[in-house]
């Protein structure tokens, strides 16, 4: 059993066919077919169930690729580590966070990151917290920004500061420039622009209209918070955002809730004992000074 054996299964368990890996793989596909049945004969075990239109792992492919996948991602994090320049004058780093944090925190982050490390090639990606924590898992991200209350036991998380949620209203809103909060009954007849469900942030919001018995006027769920503040500044639909979004975003204007959304503690994600590159410990100093 060699390290392309492991590869080249994994590829077909991905595509579910023997041509398509083998296209991925640039091999032919005998090539690829003689030695997934090489793998199979060392182990003594069938690893693929052919009969059917597509080709799945049988029970016993998917516990050996489940334990393989894992030593596959401690290889390439060793080969990076091999890799690795302790100077900073170069190397890479895979970030991601949530949309929130992209709205008002990843422009003056990657700024001074920059400054600092002109040399390091920055990948960042907007995704929700549930897919940051298994890219974090599997090795293909480096990093996350999200929040504390992390779901994966495989995922360590550092705090990094409070983040204030409150209601945000455009110029033209009836409730812009207003001193007095408004009430979460009073809420109930705005009509507001979220993001999805599957968002931390929309779990966090429902989470509080729940525990109060409120029932908020949800006209439109949307994916993106940069479509969410275009929306509020220039109509009179509201939505609850970070207040820090407010403050930085011309056209758009806090207003104070009671009772208040609980604070959250935004943090740093990594994998649990994984391996942390010269890229990654400068930016997650750079990170725990920020104020």
Do not use: C
Request: charge should be neutral.
């Amino acid at each position: 059993m060699t390290l392309r054996h492991i590869r080249y299964l994994a590829a077909v368990a991905e595509h579910q066919n023997f041509t398509r890996a083998a296209e991925a793989l640039h091999v032919s596909q005998p090539t690829l077919s003689q030695q997934i049945k090489q793998l199979e004969n060392s182990l003594h075990v069938q690893l693929l169930d052919r009969s059917g239109r597509t080709v799945r792992l049988t029970d016993a492919g998917e516990t050996f690729l489940r334990y393989t996948r894992r030593a596959l991602r401690e290889l390439d994090a060793g080969t990076r580590a091999i890799h690795d320049v302790q100077d900073l004058s170069r190397g890479s780093l895979r970030l991601a966070m949530t949309p929130t944090f992209t709205a008002y925190l990843i422009g003056p982050l990657v700024e001074r990151f920059r400054t600092r490390y002109s040399g390091i090639t920055l990948s960042l990606q907007e995704m929700t917290q549930d897919r940051i924590e298994v890219a974090l898992a599997e090795d293909t991200l480096d990093l996350g920004i999200a929040f504390a209350e992390v779901r994966s036991s495989e995922i360590e998380a550092q705090a990094l500061f409070v983040e204030t949620l409150g209601l945000v209203v455009g110029t033209n809103h009836p409730h812009a420039g207003k001193q007095a909060p408004m009430t979460l009954r009073e809420l109930e007849q705005e009509q507001l622009v979220l993001l999805r469900s599957d968002f931390a942030t929309r779990r966090h919001i429902d989470l509080h209209f729940r525990d109060h018995g409120v029932a908020p006027r949800i006209a439109i769920e949307v994916d993106s918070v940069s479509a969410i503040m275009e929306i509020v500044r220039r109509g009179q639909l509201a939505t609850m955002l970070p207040e820090a979004i407010a403050r930085e975003q011309h056209g758009l204007n806090p207003v104070a809730v009671l009772p208040a959304i609980p604070h959250r503690t935004a943090a740093l994600l990594r994998r649990q004992g994984g391996y942390m590159s010269a890229a990654s410990r400068a930016f997650t100093e750079l990170i725990s000074t920020w104020s």
